[in-house]
T-cell receptor, first 115, second 112 residues
Framework: EAGVAQSPRYKIIEKRQSVAFWCNPISGHATLYWYQQILGQGPKLLIQFQNNGVVDDSQLPKDRFSAERLKGVDSTLKIQPAKLEDSAVYLCASSHLRDRPYEQYFGPGTRLTVT | SQQGEEDPQALSIQEGENATMNCSYK?????LQWYRQNSGRGLVHLILIRSNEREKHSGRLRVTLDTSKKSSSLLITASRAADTASYFC????????????FGTGTQLKVEL
């Protein structure tokens, strides 16, 4: 079974620039999550999708972050404009709706550096 | 926010020794999960224990849950260098959907 795929793996941008991350979840996983992990901290949930609908985006900074999952499969997370404090690893995860729904499978992450 | 708080923050042991890390949380839970994160394999689900379970085993892992004390522990027996990683607990709240809230983790270092 292929895991969660993310790209790019690394990205360096200057502040005020925009950036986009892509995630392809495990096949058949209806639920998709984006997390932000700042160095030395645990992952923080930014947004949760079930199919193409948003379940929870309470911690997404909506003035600069946006995410979509148009066809209920892959997803993109965008930051525009980026700030220095957005430097972090962005993790995508997915889970099955009914089979062990609490168990999340994580991708390798995208390490973002904002200079 | 309902996140688990892991203790200790860092732990260094010799290969072959056992490692114990603890997690405390604040409110009632449906279940509690433990995850491991290292540079090689990223963040990986280790084990889930339900609120009506007191102990669960998986290979060299043993998890206990004490809902009266709102705490859990993860024991890794006969540790290996490959167990070097950060370990996170993630309590799951009733009505919280599948949302996980992670603490800052325990950084385990297993030395040869």
């Amino acid at each position: 079974e292929a895991g969660v795929a993310q790209s790019p793996r690394y990205k360096i941008i200057e502040k005020r620039q925009s950036v986009a991350f892509w995630c392809n979840p495990i096949s058949g996983h209806a639920t998709l999550y984006w997390y932000q992990q700042i160095l030395g901290q645990g992952p923080k949930l930014l947004i949760q999708f079930q199919n193409n609908g948003v379940v929870d985006d309470s911690q997404l900074p909506k003035d600069r972050f946006s995410a979509e999952r148009l066809k209920g499969v892959d997803s993109t997370l965008k930051i525009q404009p980026a700030k220095l404090e957005d430097s972090a690893v962005y993790l995508c995860a997915s889970s099955h709706l009914r089979d062990r729904p609490y168990e999340q499978y994580f991708g390798p992450g995208t390490r973002l550096t904002v200079t | 926010s309902q996140q688990g708080e892991e203790d200790p923050q860092a732990l260094s042991i010799q290969e072959g020794e056992n490692a114990t890390m603890n997690c405390s949380y604040k409110t009632s839970i449906n279940n509690l999960q433990w995850y491991r994160q290292n540079s090689g394999r990223g963040l990986v689900h280790l084990i889930l224990i339900r609120s009506n379970e007191r102990e669960k085993h998986s290979g060299r892992l043993r998890v206990t849950l004490d809902t009266s004390k709102k705490s859990s522990s993860l024991l890794i027996t006969a540790s290996r260098a490959a167990d070097t990683a950060s370990y996170f607990c993630a309590p799951h709240l009733p009505g919280g959907g599948n949302k996980l809230t992670f603490g800052t983790g325990t950084q385990l270092k297993v030395e040869l």
